[in-house]
C-alpha cells in the first residue's frame, strides 16, 4: 500500500485528489494540509510514500514546503502538482528535491500512476515539462562531438532513453516495446548507469546534446 499526503490551500482540490486517490487500488490518503506551513508536521506524523504538493499556497509556497519535507528524518518522496508550467516553479521544485512534476490537469490515472512511480523511487514528468527542463537546461546547444557513453548503449537502451525524452512511464515504455515492466526497469537503470545521471530529467538532457533525441 502507497501512503500519501495531498498538501493544497484549495479545498475543493484536495477533495477531488482524495476521491480519486481513495479509488485506487493500492494507494491510501493518510494526511492533509492547507498549506506549506503545517505540512512538515502532517508528514512527520504521518510518514506517508508520497506527498503531492501544490506550489502556490499563502505564506510558505510549496517549494519551500517540499524543502522541509525532505529534511524530515523519513522523507518521503515529493510529487509537485500544479496549474502553472512557468519555468522557475519547475527548477526551483526539482532543485528542492522534489521527484516529479506533474499539471493539474493530469488525467487522474496518469496521476495514480505518476505515485506508483515516484514511490518505486523514481522519477517522473510530463511531457510539457520534459521539454522546458531540456530547453532550459541546453538552451538548444547540442555537444560538438559525441560522447564516449553512447557508443555504450545497446539499441535497446536508446529505445528506452528516447521514449524517456517523450514523457512516457515505465509501464508505457514497456506496451510500446512488447516487453516486462521489470525488464524496462533494468533498461532505465542501465542508462542512468552509462550516462552517470541521477533521474529521468539528467539522462533526457544528456541525450537531448548528444544527438540521440529530438
Not at 499556497?57 to 518522496?77: F, H, K, S, Y
Not at 500544479?82 to 496521476?111: C, I, N, W
Not at 505515485?115 to 521539454?131: H, K, N, Q, R, Y
Amino acid at each position: 500500500m502507497i501512503t500519501v499526503v495531498v498538501v493544497d490551500d484549495d479545498e475543493l482540490m484536495r477533495a477531488g485528489l482524495r476521491l480519486i486517490l481513495d479509488q485506487a487500488d493500492g494507494i491510501q490518503v493518510v494526511g492533509e494540509a492547507a498549506d506549506g506551513r503545517t505540512a512538515p508536521g502532517v508528514v512527520a506524523r504521518t510518514t506517508p510514500d508520497v506527498v503531492l504538493m501544490d506550489v502556490r499556497m499563502p505564506d510558505v509556497d510549496g517549494i519551500a514546503a517540499t524543502e522541509a519535507v525532505l529534511a524530515l528524518p523519513q522523507p518521503p518522496r515529493v510529487i509537485v502538482l500544479t496549474t502553472f508550467e512557468l519555468d522557475d516553479y519547475v527548477f526551483d521544485a526539482l532543485a528542492a528535491g522534489a521527484s516529479g512534476f506533474l499539471l493539474k490537469r493530469t488525467p487522474p490515472e496518469r496521476l495514480v500512476e505518476a505515485i506508483g512511480v515516484v514511490a518505486a523511487g523514481e522519477s517522473m514528468l510530463s511531457p510539457a515539462v520534459t521539454a522546458r527542463v531540456i530547453a532550459r537546461a541546453t538552451d538548444g546547444a547540442r555537444a560538438t562531438s559525441v560522447p564516449t557513453w553512447v557508443g555504450d548503449l545497446t539499441e535497446r537502451e536508446r529505445e528506452v532513453l528516447r521514449a524517456m525524452a517523450r514523457g512516457l512511464s515505465n509501464g508505457e515504455i514497456a506496451a510500446e516495446l512488447f516487453i516486462g515492466e521489470n525488464t524496462v526497469k533494468t533498461h532505465v537503470g542501465r542508462v542512468f548507469a552509462k550516462l552517470d545521471a541521477r533521474d529521468r530529467a539528467q539522462a533526457v538532457v544528456l541525450a537531448f546534446r548528444a544527438g540521440l533525441v529530438d
